[in-house]
């Protein structure tokens, strides 16, 4: 340990007490008894589609594009995903498929 | 009687429609909050220590970068702010739901402090079932998500070290459960220009910005984007 443990307590407190501000900051400004803005119900509806899309390139934005394999495993994978999901519109058989497919190229192929 | 008889079914009813959709999450988290538990315990920190953090944070990356504000020079101002930064696209995910929380009671509380990327992809894109409450299925998602960190964090901080087979690649389980979100998000024609505008945001921040200052400039993007394009998404 690098901190002591009183030092520790603080910091562990600080993070969580940043994270869950940013989960309980819209219930606060937008309390249950007051209706919200027409705007914020208008958000409420088109960010989780908007978040999703964020969210997968959010968990590609380590991938090195300009070296090799340039990006080829997460990009089949993601293929693979998209495939399966069409054919058989199974989500747990997509997601398994494509990260098994992940795997075996990062493993075995790219390795 | 018969009520509570009711209610007991209901809520069975809720748990077997909540656990298959939790399936992926439970590989992502056992396997990510393993990564945390190791790394804690790297950094000299044992199972007590993280436990704590899992169960008040409750938060992947967020966790991640909390080991970094461990080992760096004491400044809780500073953690508490990069904390902030670093989780900020909650904000939108607690907009998104505000609507779907409204009036669950006592439950509402641990749902919000529970919002993590994963609940809220499952919250938000799947409907309780028929003949579920669905305070009872938001609740299970959101428990179970809970569960799984935890036992990851606490397996991975004591016996990280027994795992022997090669799980490299595994966390793209989570990639892949945003992959088949984001599609079934797509279902649904209106949300494509949404769905659409998310991508390209976070592509152009991720290229102005870099990997590691991508997530703010990213929403702030989208909302113009968002706010810019209300008419012509007319809803």
């Known amino acids: 340990m690098h901190l002591g443990p009183l030092q520790s307590v603080v910091i562990i407190l600080a993070t969580a007490a940043g994270i869950q501000l940013t989960r309980w900051l819209p219930f606060l400004l937008f309390p249950e008894k007051k209706e919200p803005p027409r705007v914020i119900l208008y958000l409420g509806k088109v960010l989780p589609a908007a978040m999703m899309g964020l969210l997968v390139v959010y968990c590609l934005k380590d991938v090195s594009w300009t070296a090799a394999p340039h990006g080829a495993p997460e990009l089949l994978a993601i293929l693979a995903v998209v495939v399966l999901h069409r054919w058989k519109g199974n989500v747990l058989l997509s997601i398994a498929g494509g990260t098994a497919l992940y795997m075996l190229l990062v493993q075995a192929v790219f390795a | ?235």
Not at chain 2, 12 to 20: D, G, H, I, R, S
Not at chain 2, 160 to 165: C, D, E, K, Q, R
Not at chain 2, 175 to 204: D, H
Request: proline share 3%; charged share 15%; net charge positive.
């Open chain 2, 1 to 235: 009687m018969e009520s509570s008889e009711q209610q007991r079914i209901s809520r069975l009813a809720a748990v077997k429609a909540a656990f298959p959709a939790t399936v992926p999450v439970l590989t992502g988290y056992i396997c990510l909050g393993m990564a945390f538990g190791i790394l804690m315990q790297t950094s000299g920190y044992g199972v007590g220590w993280a436990l704590l953090m899992s169960v008040i944070c409750f938060a992947g990356s967020g966790q991640f970068v909390g080991i970094t504000l461990l080992t760096a020079a004491f400044d809780p101002i500073q953690a508490f702010l990069i904390s902030v930064m670093i989780n900020a696209r909650h904000i939108f995910y607690g907009l998104s739901v505000l609507e779907k929380y409204r009036g669950l009671g006592r439950e509402r509380a641990f749902l919000i402090f529970g919002l993590t990327d994963e609940t809220f992809s499952l919250v938000s894109s799947l409907k309780p079932p028929e003949g579920t409450n669905r305070h009872d299925f938001y609740f299970w998602i959101t428990f179970l998500h809970y569960l799984y960190w935890l036992t990851g964090t606490v397996l991975g901080n004591l016996a990280g070290n027994i795992i022997t087979f090669d799980t490299t690649g595994i966390d793209f389980v989570l990639t892949a459960l945003f992959v088949v979100l984001f599609l079934e998000q797509w279902k649904k024609k209106e949300n494509r220009a949404a769905g659409v505008s998310g991508i390209l945001c976070a592509v152009a921040s991720l290229a102005g910005f870099g990997p590691e200052n991508l997530v703010i400039p990213a929403m702030v993007l989208l909302l113009i984007v968002l706010l810019g394009g209300r008419r012509r998404l007319c809803i």
